[in-house]
């Protein structure tokens, strides 16, 4: 029974989390998702340890509303390399990724589709 109304909210966390298509097999939101469907593969009659799956909740649901983004405003919206949020985007595309190998350029193996690690 306890286990009903946590996958309800796992469920619910899903709904709300976004997938980026352009990260083929790499995105936060399918890896999530993939793991909730594992935690609990019966369903509702899943026995889960409550507290462990509480505090997975807990932090999942704190990252999908940006708790700490609102909590802890950025002042400047720059990083490191200097790009914005579209070509950052762009750059850790899938697409962009297979297009710097086949290039024969050095791109570590952990970006490109590691999908034994999910």
């Not at 029974?1 to 469920?11: D, E, P, Q, T, W």
């Not at 909730?36 to 807990?58: K, L, P, S, W």
Request: proline share 3%; hydrophobic share 35%.
């Amino acid at each position: 029974m306890a286990a009903a109304s946590r996958y309800r909210n796992f469920l619910k966390i899903c709904e709300t989390w976004p997938v980026d298509a352009s990260k083929t097999d790499r995105d936060l939101g399918l890896y999530i998702r993939r793991r909730i469907a594992e935690g609990f593969r019966q369903g509702d009659a899943t026995e889960v340890d409550v507290a462990e799956c509480d505090r997975i909740y807990n932090s999942l649901h704190r990252i999908a509303t940006n708790h700490f983004r609102r909590r802890y405003p950025r002042l400047r919206d720059n990083n490191f390399s200097g790009l914005n949020l579209e070509q950052c985007q762009t750059m850790n595309s899938t697409e962009t990724l297979e297009s710097l190998q086949s290039k024969m350029l050095k791109v570590p193996k952990i970006f490109l589709n590691n999908t034994k690690r999910v």
